[in-house]
C-alpha cells in the first residue's frame, strides 16, 4: 500500500465538528477553500472547466473505528460501510462541492462538511453518470419515510 500524503489543507469556516450540519435534511452550503500544495499546482491545470469536484480527504481528528454505528439521521445502527461515519477502519472522507473559482493554488468552493485544517488526500472531477431513477438510496430512504410521516402526523395533530 501507499503511504498517504496530503496534496493541501481545506480553510474551512468550522472550527469543531458540532458546528457542521448533520441529520436529515441537512444542508452543506459553506464557503472556503481547498488550498493546494505549491508543488502540486500543476495538477489544477485546465480544472476550471468543471463546476464540481470529488475531494477525498482525511479524518484526522476521528475517534478509532467502529463497524456499526448509529448515525444521526436515523435512530438504528447500520453497518460503518453503509454509513458515511467519520469512524472509519481507513479514516477517508469523501465530499463533492462546487467551484467556485481558482486563485493559483486556491480553489474556492461551496458545499464543505469538513473541518477547518483537514488534510486534502485527492481531487477528481465530478462526473456522475447515473441516471436519478437508478439511485436506491438503501436504509436512509426508510428514515426518511419515518422522519416525513411522523411530521405529517405532527401536523395534523395541531
Ligand atoms: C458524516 S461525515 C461525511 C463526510 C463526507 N461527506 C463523506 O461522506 O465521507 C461529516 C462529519 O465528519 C466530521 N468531520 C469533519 N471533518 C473532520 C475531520 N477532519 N476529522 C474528523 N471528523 C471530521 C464532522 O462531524 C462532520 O459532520
Excluded at 481528528?61 to 448515525?71: C, H
Excluded at 460503518?80 to 477517508?92: D, E, G, K, L, Y
Excluded at 465530478?126 to 419515518?146: C, D, H, K, M
Aim: proline share 9%; aromatic share 6%.
Amino acid at each position: 500500500m501507499f503511504t498517504p500524503q496530503p496534496i493541501g489543507f481545506v480553510s474551512s469556516p468550522f472550527k469543531n465538528t458540532g458546528e457542521i450540519p448533520k441529520g436529515l435534511g441537512a444542508q452543506h452550503k459553506e464557503e472556503g477553500a481547498l488550498r493546494v500544495l505549491p508543488e502540486f499546482e500543476m495538477g489544477l491545470t485546465d480544472i476550471e472547466g468543471f463546476s464540481h469536484l470529488i475531494v477525498l480527504w482525511e479524518f484526522d481528528r476521528a475517534e478509532n473505528f467502529a463497524l456499526l454505528g448509529t448515525p444521526p439521521s436515523d435512530n438504528r445502527p447500520h453497518g460503518v460501510f453503509a454509513t458515511r461515519s467519520p469512524r472509519r477502519p481507513n479514516p477517508i472522507g469523501l465530499t463533492v462541492v462546487e467551484l467556485l473559482r481558482r486563485e493559483g493554488c486556491a480553489l474556492h468552493v461551496r458545499g464543505l462538511d469538513m473541518l477547518d485544517g483537514t488534510p486534502i488526500l485527492d481531487i477528481k472531477p465530478y462526473l456522475s453518470s447515473i441516471p436519478a431513477e437508478e439511485l436506491r438510496r438503501g436504509w436512509l430512504a426508510e428514515a426518511e419515510a419515518r422522519h416525513k410521516g411522523r411530521a405529517t402526523l405532527g401536523a395534523g395533530e395541531k
